[in-house]
């Protein structure tokens, strides 16, 4: 599929083709507004649904349930109208939540129960897209990292450990399993080519690693030494049930740019990087002929080589890299 042939929605067209550049075709919408996606709609051959209310701490869970949940139900009243023939909906493995009953997880797996907003906001979204009669396919990311995430968790890390900022939170031997942005993109495509219509495919990254091995292979990626901090998981939870209130009210009287609009550590995200879960990818590798091929040190060395081209990273850092072959940007 060529540029020529893309067309995106956005809200802000303008930032749209400034990210995207020519060739694509860029309509204004909002997936909380379905006359606004009809238009742009017409004569699609496959719609790709992955527009989304990302996850961030503080947001109210109306904001999640408008964008994601009715977001969704727009988004197939609209592709309906238009008789588009094939629609791919972006979902994530948040939908099972972390309290596995197996490992590693399937895509038969039972939905979690305990989530937080966001991921029952795309629980609810699938339900809305299993209850429907379209020809859609499902997939559903792990944990995404790569150049351009500007906010994502995987960018916070690195960042924090190139300022020394980073304590691990517990043991760090529970099992992750990342996986990097083209990959991602390769089967998302993988399932438009697809006619298995009904069915749901996990995207992760070529293996697992644990949380450890993972905050040691973005040292390596940095070249700087790795934390030696360790604070145990107890006293993490623990603090997280005083920082969060503490970080609202804070929010509200001075603001959200005074020391960031999130505290440093919350119950989900401890969740998310304590939680032992891995994946069993073969059914897209089976009917999709999806093969994760981007590592875990090769995603990451590309992530800061943006970082450092971005002037993201503290002065030195990009230099180093520089020197050593491993980045793209000098100071």
């Not at 995404?144 to 968790?153: E, L, M, R």
């Not at 996986?179 to 089967?187: F, L």
């Not at 020391?259 to 891995?278: E, H, V």
Request: aromatic share 8%.
């Amino acid at each position: 599929m060529s540029t020529a042939e893309v067309a995106v929605v956005a809200r802000d067209p303008a930032v749209a083709r400034r990210i995207l550049g020519e060739g694509v075709s860029v309509f204004r919408g909002d997936l909380r507004d379905v006359a606004s996606l009809r238009e742009s709609f017409r004569g699609i051959d496959v719609l790709y649904h992955i527009g989304a209310r990302r996850d961030h701490w503080g947001l109210p869970r109306r904001d999640y349930i408008d964008s994601n949940v009715l977001g969704t139900q727009n988004v197939l009243e609209a592709a309906e109208s238009a008789a588009i023939p094939k629609i791919v909906y972006c979902s994530s493995v948040g939908v099972y939540g972390y309290d596995f009953q197996y490992l590693p997880v399937d895509e038969a797996h039972p939905f979690g129960t305990r989530l937080s907003y966001y991921h029952e906001s795309k629980r609810l979204a699938e339900e809305v897209v299993l209850s429907s009669k379209l020809p859609i396919i499902t997939v559903r990311p792990g944990w995404i990292f790569g150049p351009n995430d500007d906010n994502g968790g995987v960018t916070q890390m690195l960042i924090k450990l190139a300022r020394r900022r980073f304590a691990f939170v517990g043991k760090g031997r529970n099992r992750i399993h990342p996986v990097y942005i083209d990959d991602v993109v390769d089967g998302i495509l993988a399932a438009g080519r697809s006619e298995e219509y009904g069915e749901a495919f996990l995207l992760l990254g070529p293996e697992p690693v644990t949380f450890e091995e993972y905050a040691l292979a973005m040292c390596r990626a940095l070249e700087v030494p790795a934390p030696t901090l360790r604070i145990p998981y107890a006293i993490g939870r623990l603090s997280c049930y005083g920082l969060e209130p503490l970080w609202l009210a804070k929010n509200r009287i001075l603001g959200k740019k005074f020391l960031g609009d999130k505290p440093p550590m919350t119950r989900d995200t401890l969740a998310g990087i304590s939680a032992d879960r891995f994946y069993d990818t073969s059914k897209a590798q089976r009917l999709l002929g999806h093969v994760p091929s981007v590592g875990v040190d090769e995603g990451l060395s590309r992530t800061v080589e943006w970082l450092a081209s971005a002037n993201r990273l503290p002065q030195g850092i990009p230099v180093r890299l520089s020197m050593t072959g491993n980045g793209t940007s000098t100071r």
